[in-house]
């Protein structure tokens, strides 16, 4: 499971957007997807996937079975253990997810710095303009 922690790592990156109340933070269907296809990377149980992602059963149950029925993971029975696996189409659908993320992610940052500038700007046009009133503005 470290190799596809390190691989798929962006999902691992999102704690600086972290939003919500009491420290609680509402996921998307892709996360908990992306999340559950990057810690199934190796064979794991239910019980693996429900403590990594922090979730009960039954809506681990729900996604694991739309994963499943649309080939995103692969089950494997060994006597009364089912393991879960991602496939290779999972593992291609974690790619493009981590691409679009990082795309996401370097549009924020470069977002980010405009406003920083902008407010540098801003802040110092303000500072200049103080008590030139209507003049300031060449009025």
Same mark, same amino acid.
């Given at each position: ?5 390190? @691989? ?5 990156g999102? *704690? +600086?957007? +972290? ?18 296809? *990057?810690?199934?990377? +190796? ?10 992602? =922090?979730? =009960? ?11 499943? @029925?649309? #080939?995103?993971?692969?089950? +494997? ?5 089912? $393991? ?7 593992? *291609?659908f974690l790619?493009?997810? =981590?691409?679009? $993320? ?15 500038v ?8 303000? *500072? =200049?303009?103080?008590?030139? #009133?209507?003049? #300031?503005?060449?009025?």
């Open positions: 499971m470290r190799v596809a922690s390190e @691989k798929f790592s962006l999902i691992r999102l *704690e +600086d957007f +972290d939003v919500g109340v009491f420290g609680k933070r509402y996921r998307s269907f892709f996360e908990i997807v992306a999340a559950i296809l *990057e810690v199934a990377a +190796d064979r794991v149980n239910l019980f693996t996937i429900a403590r990594h992602l =922090n979730t =009960n059963y039954m809506h681990l149950k729900r996604y694991l079975s739309y994963l499943v @029925k649309n #080939g995103f993971i692969e089950v +494997d029975a060994y006597g009364k253990q089912i $393991l879960y696996k991602t496939s290779k189409k999972g593992l *291609e790619r493009l997810y =981590n691409a679009l $993320l990082e795309m996401f992610l370097e549009g924020a940052k470069t977002q980010a710095h405009a406003n920083v902008y407010r540098h700007i801003n802040q110092q046009l303000t *500072e =200049n303009m103080k008590g030139r #009133g209507r003049r #300031g503005f060449g009025l």
